[in-house]
């Protein structure tokens, strides 16, 4: 792998609870300070200054080397260092990362708004031919509880699930986001959960006619 130097900005503390000396928000590098502090409060509830008097947090001067993968290169190594940087990171700042277009938060809420647009369609009714009464495309519907009665995990949380022809395809989100999805509620989850993987979302998706 090839070594590439970049100088710019980065948030520090080193009053951080996790006990690092000092705490370094790797997601907050940034060419210049305003950029850093922009990086570290998007996506966060709380103001730069909250986090300035509780943790002590600071915009400092650094520089870090970026690993090039040089052709023919294992990438192994270098993911799995990537990871332990995502994971270190603070949870509400963690979807800050970004791919050079899209942080991760901005992913997450354009499948979350993909997800409700789609399901809502899919709800409507629809005049299937004639002499055929309307009704849903597919069976769709929202619950704040599982098909075993269980509140998703524990509570705050909902789940939307819809039955296609091709097979089971579900999501969950916050509370907050319950009204985005005008769909039938039903008391549990009518179905219990077929183990689909993401994978499998996007190929029962794609074999959709």
């Not at 000092?22 to 966060?44: D, H, N, W, Y």
């Not at 270190?88 to 992913?107: A, I, K, M, Q």
Request: hydrophobic letters at 35%.
């Amino acid at each position: 792998m090839k070594p590439e130097i970049e100088k710019g900005w980065v948030i520090v503390s080193l009053d951080h609870p996790s006990g690092a000396n000092p705490f370094t928000v790797s997601c907050s590098f940034a060419r210049t300070r305003k950029l850093s502090i922009a990086l570290f409060t998007e996506g966060s509830t709380k103001p730069w200054n909250y986090w300035k008097k509780k943790y002590n947090f600071k915009v400092v001067r650094a520089t870090r080397t970026v690993q090039i993968a040089s052709e023919g290169t294992s990438q192994s190594v270098y993911l799995e260092e990537v990871q332990k940087r995502i994971d270190s990171t603070p949870p509400d700042v963690r979807g800050n990362y970004s791919d050079g277009y899209h942080t991760f938060n901005e992913l997450y809420e354009f499948r979350k708004m993909y997800n409700a647009a789609l399901f809502n369609e899919w709800a409507m009714d629809y005049a299937m031919g004639s002499g055929v009464m309307p009704g849903p495309k597919y069976d769709i519907h929202k619950s704040w509880r599982h098909h075993d009665g269980e509140l998703c995990f524990g509570g705050g949380w909902f789940i939307v699930v819809a039955m296609l022809p091709t097979g089971q395809i579900s999501n969950h989100y916050k509370a907050e986001d319950w009204d985005l999805f005008k769909i039938p509620e039903k008391e549990k989850a009518l179905y219990p959960f077929d183990g689909h993987t993401s994978q499998d979302v996007i190929q029962r998706l794609k074999d959709l006619e």
